[in-house]
């Protein structure tokens, strides 16, 4: 009955390797994000995805691709990762894009070695 | 640019009530959250308030808004040991961007 869920719950991996992380909701809602949660608890949006319409925070590297297969999902790529990647990702959703109440994921606590 | 601020710390005893204040900067806010993290888990949603309110009630959260001088407040009654979290306060504009401050650690003192 979980509302935003997202696999895996941990990830460790080494530098230059490419990972995903996957995000469901079950709300019916239109809007998903990413967000990352840096060692100081400092939370930044990274992207929002509504009917295949994403924007981007213009400081997320390129290496970080969302993809979105249906309305439900919406799972981050991440390419040639970096020490600095190392964080707790969030995926979140809103019943649509715009000021609407956003519900969390448990958060990915990614770490690359 | 849109900044959100809060103090990064607060200690309270247990059965004390806890205030967790947070300013913020765009006057084009619209709503406005309180959300709770324990620790190693996600992101809940407390409560939020509309801009044109003042406040707002739910059981022993209470939220202040003071629009005039961009002032929001948490206010949890009776702080129990399970109240030891982060809170972050969170701003939505009208340019649709959702802006979160740096979080509070709340302490609860046996």
Redesign the interface.
């Known amino acids: 009955d979980t509302a935003v869920s997202q696999t895996p719950k941990y990830l460790v991996t080494q530098m230059g390797n490419d990972k995903s992380i996957k995000c469901e909701q079950n709300l019916g809602h239109d809007t998903m994000y990413w967000y990352k949660q840096d060692s100081k608890k400092f939370l930044k949006i990274m992207f929002s995805y509504n009917n295949k319409e994403l924007i981007i925070n213009e400081t997320v590297p390129n290496r970080f691709s969302p993809k979105s297969p249906d309305k439900a999902h919406l799972n981050l790529h991440i390419n040639s990762l970096e020490l600095g990647d190392s964080a707790v990702y969030f995926c979140a959703s809103s019943q649509r894009q715009g000021v609407e109440t956003q519900y969390f994921g448990p958060g990915t606590r990614l770490l690359v070695l | 640019g849109e900044d959100v601020e809060q103090s990064l710390f607060l200690s309270v005893r247990e059965g004390d009530s806890s205030v967790i204040n947070c300013t913020y900067t765009d006057s084009s806010s619209?709503?406005l959250?309180w959300?709770k993290?324990e620790p190693g888990?996600?992101?809940?949603?407390l409560t939020?308030i509309f801009s044109n309110m003042d406040m707002k009630q739910d059981q022993r959260l209470t939220v202040l808004l003071n629009k005039k001088d961009k002032h929001l407040s948490l206010r949890i009654a009776d702080t129990q040991t399970g109240d030891s979290a982060?809170y972050?306060c969170a701003e939505?504009?009208?340019g649709?961007?959702?802006v979160?401050g740096?979080?509070t650690r709340l302490s609860v003192l046996p």
């Open positions: 619209t709503y959250y959300y993290q888990a996600g992101l809940q949603l939020y982060i972050f939505m504009n009208y649709q961007n959702f979160f740096p979080g």
